[in-house]
């Protein structure tokens, strides 16, 4: 799996209620509801958000309340992935099983990654910017991988009983 795009650059402790504000929960169509992520601190990003953009964060990404619809609005706006140095357990279970690419990077804060087009490539864990590779992502399992590849853990599931 090999990702391109934009980067969307965010700090530490990135919490689930501002990836998506509580006053947006009883939305239920997921389309309606990615278009508010992120509101509460970037208001660029739902509405200039291309499909297969990035999201690189620091550390704890994702942490606060257990909702998934953080990682359901992410996924319904089209981020191809998000790579942070680490991420809220609760969330990073929520995002896999949705089929969303969430990355461990260690020092993924600290690289300038500003106005470079870059890939991540999932099989070799290997970050590339302007063609050259800057970091080593953490890798997945082949389960996790498998997970991803389906786009959810509910495709993965759906596919093995029909097979």
């Known amino acids: ?11 530490d402790n990135v919490d689930t209620d501002v990836i998506i504000p509580a006053r947006y ?3 239920a169509d997921m389309d309606e509801l990615a278009t508010h992520a992120m509101e509460d601190i970037d208001t660029t990003f739902a509405p200039n958000v291309k499909p297969g953009d ?3 964060a620091g550390k704890n990404f994702g942490c606060g309340s257990s909702r998934e619809h953080a990682a359901i609005c992410l996924k319904g706006i089209g981020a191809g992935a998000v790579i942070a140095e680490s991420f809220a357990r609760i969330f990073y279970r929520n995002g896999i099983n949705l089929g969303l690419p969430l990355v461990v990077c ?6 300038d990654l500003n106005h470079k087009e870059i890939s991540l490539d999932l099989e070799a864990g290997t970050l590339t910017a302007d063609g050259k590779v800057v970091a080593q992502v ?3 399992t082949p389960y996790v991988l498998s997970i991803l590849e389906a786009g959810g853990i509910k495709n993965m599931i759906r596919a093995k009983l029909n097979a």
Do not use: C, H, N, T
């Open 106 to 111: 260690p020092g993924i804060s600290k690289l």
């Open 54 to 56: 990035i999201m690189v």
């Open 1 to 11: 799996m090999d990702f391109q795009g934009k980067i969307w650059r965010y700090g």
């Open 138 to 140: 953490e890798p997945f």
């Open 25 to 27: 929960l009883a939305i």
